[in-house]
């Protein structure tokens, strides 16, 4: 199984210029995650989704978007880039429901310098 | 509101040493779910342990092990005889049930490095 699937793995942007970061995961979780890990800091909560068409915003969500067209897709768009945004970005899914609160499974990480 | 803190931000011991590592945890709901991440010097996050609040049976695997503890309010991680591959970063997480969002909550890790 592929899990939880992330690119780019690495990017540089210049200040102002958007990109989106892609993430895609094969498990069928309904819940999915988007992290940012600025260097020698925890993790911190960017977006969220609790399925297919349903977004919500986390701790940090100025400065992106996102959207959940499928179950399987969560792409997560930088608009207008700034040096703030440099960090590592990972996405991850869990299981949720019925089954209560499943671990989060990580990509690999996206390191964005801009 | 839900919290996790590792006060313990960077931890050195020698190889073979046994190592603990704290996690405590806020929260009002009642059903909920505590796991333990590694992130070794590569960067990806590697899971552990999750742990619903129902259960407070210690648990072995190996050279780790976890104690939960309601009454502390603590989850805290045992390495045993430790090695130069346990170096990574460790996080201690709190997961809310499903109807509440599903969110989770990170503390802010704590580094561990084994000297050989």
């Known amino acids: 199984n592929a899990g939880v699937t992330q690119t780019p793995k690495f990017r540089i942007l210049k200040i102002g210029q958007s990109m989106t970061l892609q993430c895609t995961q094969d498990?069928?979780?309904?819940?999915m995650y988007w992290y940012r890990q600025d260097p020698g800091m925890g993790l911190k909560l960017i977006y969220y989704s609790v399925g297919a068409g349903i977004t919500d915003k986390g701790e940090v969500p100025n400065g992106y978007n996102v959207s959940r067209s499928t179950t399987e897709d969560f792409p997560l768009r930088l608009e207008l880039a700034a040096p703030s945004q440099t960090s590592v970005y990972f996405c991850?899914?869990?299981?949720?429901?019925?089954?209560?609160?499943?671990?989060?499974?990580f990509g690999e990480g996206s390191r964005l310098t801009v | 509101a839900q919290k996790v803190t590792q006060a313990q931000t960077e931890i050195s011991v020698v190889e073979k040493e046994d190592v603990t590592l704290d996690c405590v945890y806020e929260?009002?709901?009642?059903?909920?779910?505590l796991f333990w991440y590694k992130q070794p010097p590569s960067g990806e996050l590697v899971f552990l342990i999750r742990?619903?609040?129902?259960?407070?049976q210690n648990e072995i695997s190996g050279r780790y092990s976890w104690n939960f503890q309601k009454s502390t309010s603590s989850f805290n991680f045992t390495i045993t005889a430790s090695q130069v591959v346990d170096s990574a970063v460790y996080f201690c997480a709190l997961g809310r049930r499903p109807n509440t969002g599903n969110q989770f909550y990170f503390g802010t890790g704590t580094s561990l490095t084994v000297i050989p």
């Open positions: 991850a899914s869990s299981y949720g429901k019925g089954q209560g609160t499943g671990e989060l499974f």
């Open positions: 929260t009002r709901d009642t059903t909920y779910y």
């Open positions: 742990r619903n609040s129902f259960d407070e």
């Open positions: 498990m069928n979780h309904n819940y």
